[in-house]
């Protein structure tokens, strides 16, 4: 099975932050990588699919990188509506699996 | 619209069964893979099942063999039928589209207690 290993769990930010979270995929996934936002109580949301393509509807403040297995979302000017939990989520073979998941809060 | 929504959720007794529906509108279930993932109170996501449009299934190995995948292409339904619940069964059951995963259902939640 492929791991998917998020880093940080959890991070502190002001409103205005530039924040970066990483996941490390265990072994070659190419860009079949997701990135979700999820909020309390609420269905996980697609921000980001292939790696570093934007969903229709997504902010651009969003963005996503990388390839192989190295990958970050990257959310340019922090907003309140994005604290929240973002996870990843390898679809290169199943098991599909996830990242642990990172916690954004407010500072 | 493109919408999915769950039902069938509620509290069994372990070694139950329960099946979970997830009705889709505004696309076509028959070609779209179409996947099950669970949320365990307070715990990340764990990918559970998918159906792919020629009817290959795959499922995580906590579930194989008690959990079976399948669809209505007449009614644009997805089922997941769950035999033999265990209590680290319970959680929130999510149906979601594609590859991408989107989009989600609101989710219905399966509580597995005596």
């Known amino acids: 099975d492929i791991q998917m290993t998020q880093s940080p769990s959890s991070l502190s930010a002001s409103v205005g932050d530039r924040v970066t979270i990483t996941c490390r995929a265990s072994?070659?996934?190419?860009?079949?990588l997701n990135w979700f936002q999820q909020k309390p109580g609420k269905a996980p949301k697609l921000l980001i699919y292939a790696a570093s393509s934007l969903q229709s509807g997504v902010p651009s403040r969003f963005s996503g990188s990388g390839s192989g297995t190295d990958f970050t979302l990257t959310i340019s000017s922090l907003q309140p509506e994005d604290f929240a939990t973002y996870y990843c989520q390898q679809s290169y073979s199943t098991p599909i699996t996830f990242g642990g998941g990172t916690k954004v809060e407010i500072k | 619209e493109v919408q999915l929504v769950e039902s069938g959720g509620g509290l069994i007794q372990p070694g139950g069964s329960l099946r979970l529906s997830c009705a889709a509108s505004?696309?076509?279930?028959?070609?779209?893979?179409m996947n099950w993932v669970r949320q365990a109170p307070g715990k990340g996501l764990e990918w559970v099942s998918v159906i792919y449009s020629g009817d290959t299934t795959f499922y995580a190995d906590s579930v194989k063999g008690r959990f079976t995948i399948s669809r209505d292409n007449s009614k644009d339904m997805v089922y997941l039928q769950m035999n033999s619940l265990r209590a680290e069964d319970t959680a929130i059951y999510y149906c979601a589209r594609s590859y991408r995963f989107d989009p989600w259902g609101q989710g219905t939640l399966v509580t597995v207690s005596s």
């Open positions: 072994q070659n996934i190419g860009t079949y």
């Open positions: 505004g696309f076509t279930v028959s070609s779209n893979y």
